[in-house]
């Protein structure tokens, strides 16, 4: 790696929202460390796509709802970091994988429960801890969480309280990380034309429908609306964003 790149690390990178960071990250100049979870096919393309940026890539699996695997995966990132760019330390944290699941209050079960708090919560706050001592001074975090914070339906109840701890985890990063002068901020996207929860933002036309009619901007957002925000904030310019939650959503629910 070149030492005048700077490094990022996102989460969930194969495909969706984290593809769309890691190219806008890699136009900017970053290299790129990501995970996947078990699509290594369409992380092999992500990682040929920096390549082609003239950036440097590598992507590892990792299951974010399995917090006993991490010590060996900031490991795995440490050594190939000392190798390849001369010391073990990293600038840009993105956490940004996930998984959709809904179900009602009624009907949610404690397994489901789990599975959504280990991944969109736990997940984050221990992988965060462990990735700190190799997080450069001066380096940003930014944790995705969704406009389902602020506005809601029904059957999001378990999914977005997750993605509530999460915000209120990012303000504590925050307050805690400003003498390492280290950023935290969260994005908040709105429905998304991702594979998430089942790809029926991107597929399902009487909820794409639904979706543009209750945003002000009248579409359903596109992964292309959100990376380069989170390219932005790990730019300088945007070193005194701090703390804050931003919404991308076109103004869904406005
Ligand atoms: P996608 O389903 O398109 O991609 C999910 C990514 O997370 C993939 O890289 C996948 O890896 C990885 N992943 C899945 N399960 C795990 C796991 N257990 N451990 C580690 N990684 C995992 O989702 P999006 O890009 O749409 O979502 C990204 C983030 O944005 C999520 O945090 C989601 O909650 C949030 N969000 C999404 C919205 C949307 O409408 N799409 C709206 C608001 C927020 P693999 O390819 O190997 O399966």
């Given at each position: 790696m070149s030492t005048k790149s700077k490094i990022a690390l996102v989460t969930g990178g194969s495909r969706g929202l984290g593809r769309d960071m890691i190219v806008n990250l890699a136009k900017n100049g970053n290299n790129i460390i990501f995970t996947y979870h078990s699509n290594k096919s369409e992380a092999d393309k992500v990682v040929s796509e920096v390549l082609s940026l003239g950036q440097k890539a590598v992507a590892y699996p990792l299951d974010l709802g399995n917090i006993k695997t991490f010590d060996s995966f900031v490991?795995?990132?440490?050594?190939?970091?000392?190798?390849?760019?001369?010391?073990?330390?990293?600038?840009?944290?993105?956490?940004?994988?996930?998984?959709?699941?809904?179900?009602?209050?009624?009907?949610?079960?404690?397994d489901?429960?789990?599975t959504l708090m280990n991944i969109h919560f736990k997940g984050v706050y221990f992988l965060t801890q462990k990735l700190l001592p190799l997080i450069n001074d001066g380096g940003r975090i930014i944790n995705i969480s969704s406009g389902l914070t602020r506005f809601t339906f029904p059957n999001v109840s378990a999914y977005a309280s997750m993605k509530g701890a999460i915000e209120t985890y990012t303000r504590s990063l925050a307050k805690e990380l400003g003498s390492r002068q280290i950023t935290a901020n969260s994005i908040a996207p709105g429905a998304i034309a991702t594979d998430f929860g089942g790809g029926s933002t991107k597929s399902d036309k009487n909820k794409r429908n639904a979706v543009a009619s209750i945003t002000a901007l009248g579409r359903v957002g596109e992964p292309e609306d959100i990376g380069g925000v989170v390219a932005f904030l790990c730019t300088s310019e945007?070193?005194?964003?701090?703390?804050?939650?931003?919404?991308?959503?076109g103004g869904m629910m406005v």
């Open positions: 490991q795995q990132v440490s050594e190939y970091l000392s190798e390849h760019a001369g010391s073990p330390n990293f600038d840009y944290l993105i956490n940004n994988a996930g998984v959709g699941l809904y179900g009602s209050v009624t009907d949610t079960t404690e489901v429960f789990d945007a070193g005194w964003v701090n703390a804050q939650r931003i919404e991308l959503s």
